[in-house]
C-alpha cells in the first residue's frame, strides 16, 4: 500500500457504458480525495488499485470534483468554491453511475469526507451504508490548513483571502477553508454567515442562553449502517485534531476537550449520531502517525479497508 502525502482528496469518474450484472460481489466503493489532490493522482489511483486487489471484482469511483475537470482544475476547486455545489456535482455524477444504483460504501479523505457526507445527508443518490472518514475535521478547524511546501499560487491566494476575514460573506461563498472553519470564541459569527459546515452539523441558531437550535442537517447520519471517523493521533494539519471526532477544544480551557457525548449536536441528536452510536453503528478510531499517514502496506490504511470495505452487496 502508500503513504499519502496529499492533504484531502476528491474524485468523480467518467460514466462506465457496461450494463450492471447481478452479483453477490462486494459493494461497490466511491473514494473522495482530500484538498490538493485530483481524483487520478498517482496515490488514488494506487488507492484504487490496492481495493480491486484486496476485493476482486469490486466497482471503484473515484470522484472528480468539478466534473469533467481537468487535474488543474479539480486543484483549484479544492481551495475556491462553494462547499454545497461541489458536493451537489458529486451527488450528480454518483447518480448517472449504474453500478453505485443499489449503494456503496464511502472513503473520503480529510476535506473530502465532509462532501462525502453532504452526499450522505443531502443527495437523493442511491444510499451511503458504511462511510470511512480519514482525517477530516467533522467538527471545523480553527486554524487554516498550511499549504504544500513549496506552496502553491492558488494556496497562498487562498490562505490570504482567507485571513483578511474569515467570517465575511465573500469568504463564506469564495473560499473552500472557510466554510468548515468553526471558532468557538466566535460562534455567533459562525452560525449567521456559515452555511455548509453549520448545516451538516444541524446547528443553526443560538438561543438567549447560548444554546443551539437544530436546523437543517438533511436526512442525517442515523441511517446508514456505519460511521467509522478515523482520527491522526499526531496530526498537526487539522486544527484542532478532535474535531475528527466531532469533539472540540474548550475556549475557556485550552486543555480540556470536550467530547461529542457533551456538545449539543449530540445530546440533541441534530444529525443522528445518537441513534447511530445506540446502535452500534459510530466508530471513533485512530491511525498513529501525521495527517494522511496510512501506514504503508499493511498499516492501518490496509486494515481499516479490510475492516471496513469489501462486504457483500
Not at 110 to 130: E, H, I, M, T
Not at 154 to 182: D, E, F, M, P, V
Not at 260 to 282: N, P, T
Request: hydrophobic share 35%; glycine share 12%.
Amino acid at each position: 500500500m502508500l503513504v499519502f502525502a496529499p492533504l484531502l482528496l476528491t474524485a468523480v469518474v467518467a460514466v462506465p457504458t457496461q450494463t450492471v450484472l447481478e452479483s453477490s460481489g462486494p459493494r461497490p466503493l466511491v473514494i473522495w480525495h482530500g484538498l490538493g489532490d485530483t481524483a487520478h493522482s498517482k496515490g488514488m489511483n494506487q488507492f484504487a488499485d490496492f481495493v480491486r486487489d484486496e476485493y476482486p471484482g469490486i466497482f471503484v469511483h473515484s470522484v472528480v470534483s468539478p466534473n469533467g475537470g481537468s487535474p488543474s482544475d479539480e486543484q483549484k476547486a479544492g481551495w475556491w468554491g462553494v462547499g454545497e455545489e461541489l458536493s451537489q456535482g458529486g451527488c450528480d455524477q454518483i447518480k448517472s453511475i449504474p453500478e453505485l444504483q443499489d449503494g456503496f460504501d464511502a472513503i473520503g479523505f480529510s476535506q473530502g469526507g465532509l462532501f462525502l457526507r453532504w452526499y450522505a445527508q443531502n443527495c437523493d443518490g442511491p444510499p451511503v451504508k458504511n462511510l470511512i472518514t480519514f482525517g477530516t475535521p467533522h467538527f471545523g478547524i480553527t486554524d487554516l490548513i498550511p499549504c504544500p511546501d513549496p506552496p502553491t499560487l492558488t494556496c497562498t491566494l487562498a490562505s490570504r483571502a482567507a485571513k483578511a476575514g474569515i467570517y465575511t460573506r465573500w469568504a463564506q461563498s469564495h473560499l473552500i477553508q472557510a466554510q468548515y472553519y468553526r471558532d468557538p470564541v466566535r460562534m455567533r459569527q459562525f452560525l449567521q454567515t456559515n452555511t455548509f459546515l453549520r448545516d451538516l452539523n444541524g446547528e443553526k441558531d443560538m438561543d438567549e442562553e447560548g444554546g443551539f437550535r437544530r436546523e437543517n442537517g438533511g436526512r442525517g447520519l442515523g441511517g446508514l449502517e456505519n460511521v467509522v471517523a478515523i482520527a491522526f493521533r499526531d496530526d498537526i494539519t487539522v486544527v484542532p485534531r478532535v474535531s475528527t471526532h466531532w469533539a472540540t477544544i474548550d475556549p475557556d480551557n485550552s486543555s480540556h476537550v470536550i467530547p461529542l457525548e457533551e456538545q449539543e449536536m449530540y445530546v440533541g441528536d441534530f444529525i443522528g449520531l445518537k441513534r447511530l452510536a445506540q446502535k452500534g453503528g459510530l466508530h471513533r478510531l485512530f491511525c498513529p502517525g501525521q495527517h494522511m499517514d496510512l501506514g504503508g502496506e499493511g498499516g492501518c490504511g490496509d486494515r481499516m479497508v479490510r475492516k471496513w470495505v469489501g462486504w457483500p452487496a
